[in-house]
């Protein structure tokens, strides 16, 4: 890979933009303002930034209310702050309803050092389990840049597995985020590598490698996670000589693999799956 380009607080800059855009968003905090890089936002429009604490499941419910009264939250913590600790608020106040909620999970897998209090590690698992929720994951600067405007075009609750601080643009600034559609990195009929996160960097490091050894590899960039029903995926499985690899920062259960695999199974495609993921 050719030296990367790395951008500093995108969420920052994003969420600022989006505000002064859009008088209907308000942005919650769970007492991580500017570990969730919202600390600006507050600046700019503290009358629609509330500060909520260590405090959960309030804030879930809360941002359930806001939603009914035509308002659109866009909810900010630690991604084990809210699957783990909220996971009722979640499902009966915000899901079932089908409310527009936008959720913003911080420090996704085994991006922090603080160990397993702050490792959300079976998120993308709880949450596509939730009705009407549409799961989304960063990876890049771009994703980043992109994500608001993606969340805010789907109508209901949101789930966003969220990147911070330095991160590097593996793809162009015009290469935004589409719905249910992943980024073809290359191509190739031998084997089909889909990532997710910041896996993919190191995806795109690996695809080198195998280039390099006449190995063809069609490798996916996936953002969206529910639903997961991209064609362009679906086809290249299919055309695959000797099967499918996945890489995430997640499980090996309930996550981007499992996702291919319930594909595979579903349209009966004789294909070999191999999960590169956290062991149970």
């Known amino acids: 890979m050719s030296e990367v ?13 989006w505000g002064l855009s859009n008088p209907e968003a308000l942005v919650l905090s769970g007492d991580l303002t500017t570990s969730c890089e919202i ?61 527009s909620v936008k959720i913003f999970g911080f420090l996704p897998g085994v991006t922090t050092p603080g160990g397993a209090s702050h490792q959300a590690i079976n998120d993308i698992a709880v949450m596509r389990t939730l009705p009407n929720f549409t799961v989304f994951e960063t990876g890049d600067a771009t994703d980043v840049e992109s994500i608001i405007p993606l969340a805010n075009s ?42 997710t996160g910041i896996c993919t960097e190191e995806a795109m490091r690996v695809v080198e490698v195998l280039n390099g050894r006449d190995i063809s590899i069609h490798h996916f960039h996936v953002t969206t996670l529910k639903p997961f029903t991209d064609p362009e995926i679906l086809y290249a499985i299919k055309k695959s000589k000797f099967g499918v690899i996945t890489m995430e920062n997640h499980t090996k259960i309930g996550g981007l693999g499992t996702c291919v695999a319930e594909l595979i199974a579903e349209h009966c495609l004789n294909k070999k799956l191999r999960k590169v993921a956290l062991n149970d």
């Not at 380009?5 to 933009?17: D, G, L, M, P, T």
């Open 39 to 99: 600390d600006g936002f507050r600046e700019k429009f503290p009358d629609r930034f509330l500060s909520m604490g260590l405090a959960e499941q309030n804030m879930m419910s809360f941002a359930a209310g806001l939603a009914r009264e035509g308002f659109v939250p866009h909810v900010h913590t630690f991604a084990v702050f809210m699957y783990r600790r909220a996971l009722d608020q979640l499902e009966m106040s915000i899901a079932y309803p089908n409310l």
């Open 154 to 195: 789907v109508t209901g609750p949101v789930y966003i597995r969220m990147v911070r601080g330095a991160l590097p643009r593996l793809f162009p600034a015009s290469d935004i985020i589409r719905f249910n559609r992943a980024r073809i990195l290359s191509q190739g009929e031998d084997l089909v590598l889909l990532s």
């Open 5 to 17: 380009e790395v951008v500093s607080r995108v969420h920052a800059k994003s969420i600022e933009e």
